[in-house]
């Protein structure tokens, strides 16, 4: 029984014959000795190369838990006879063998390339994360007050409320009610705005005409709202189906995240202006160019190459083509600090 549920699990996560995750490590080797070939190196204290495996496994094996399309699996393996406890290991332990091997590693890889660790270092960056992630999965159920299987289960969003319906649609209120819905994506803008404030801290010795661009493209890495239709395929068919829906949908949605963006990049500035001050017009406008043109990025993206085939949320939110759009906005901020 309990190796039938792992399997059932991890084969979603890593395909029937694991085939995904045979592609994801070789895809982390192939990083790894590109960068260490490349000669790039940084220091980094071990104290930050553990705090960094720590935070970022504890992270991602919360959302695989939380993440809405487990719940189908465990709703199928609920119809199974168990006993107790018997399902949390092998489902837990498939979550952590995923989170492990296809998002951690990746982390490990790129850090381990561009700095000089012992064996003892990479023994304890790897305890550190396993660590992160039984801590997570021993802390996950109690939110519930629980330690069954049942308290692994997670509801619909749209089973936990009751929505109030309107005689007129409006993607404003669909978008506002996305993300009073998932707190991720809410605890994420929240993050990004707390990111504005401490920048300025980190690129105070630098002039502002060359570190402000740089700033604004950083704030574009806001994941969660920029993978609107990537995350729910039943909304981007709907919206593909029905005549006219694509610019009714788009141009708010594009407006939506224009004001997320330019919210942290105003704060960046107010920050900025307060500790070391100098900030100008022209730098409020370089944020609103910055900000629309990300937006603008982020929604041509969702529109014209969505992401399908992934298994959980997780998969979205590390997937690369997030760091398009910023490291787009990265090139433009280097031309706009030359002129």
Known sequence: MIKMSFNVTA??????????????????????????????????????????????SAGVMWQALSSEDNRENLKNAFMLPFEGRSLIFPYVTA???????????????VVWAVSEWSWVEILGSVLCALTAIVVVSCLYPLRLGRTDAYAFYVRPASHRRTVKSHRRYSVWRYLFRYLMAHKNCLL???????????????FGQMENRFILPVGFAILSLNTPICILLSCDPALERAVRFLPGQGKALCLPYCLFIFVCNLAA???????????IGGVIP???????????????GSVLLEWYCPIRGWKIESDLWHHPRKYVVPAVMLLLAGLVSMF
């Open 11 to 56: 084969k979603k996560l890593f395909g029937v014959k694991y085939e995904r995750l045979i592609r994801t490590l070789f895809l982390d080797v192939v990083v790894f000795w590109g960068l260490r070939i490349s000669g790039f190196q940084i220091q980094i204290h071990p104290f930050i190369l553990f705090l960094m495996a720590s935070v970022f």
């Open 265 to 275: 990049s105003i704060i960046f500035l107010c920050s900025w202006q307060i500790q």
């Open 95 to 109: 979550l952590g063998a995923y989170t492990l091997l296809t998002k951690t590693a990746g982390l490990l890889a």
């Open 282 to 296: 022209l730098h409020v406008m370089t944020a609103i160019s910055f900000a629309l043109l990300s937006a603008i």
């Open 188 to 202: 994420n803008t929240v993050a990004m705005w707390g990111v504005a404030c401490v920048l300025p801290v980190l």
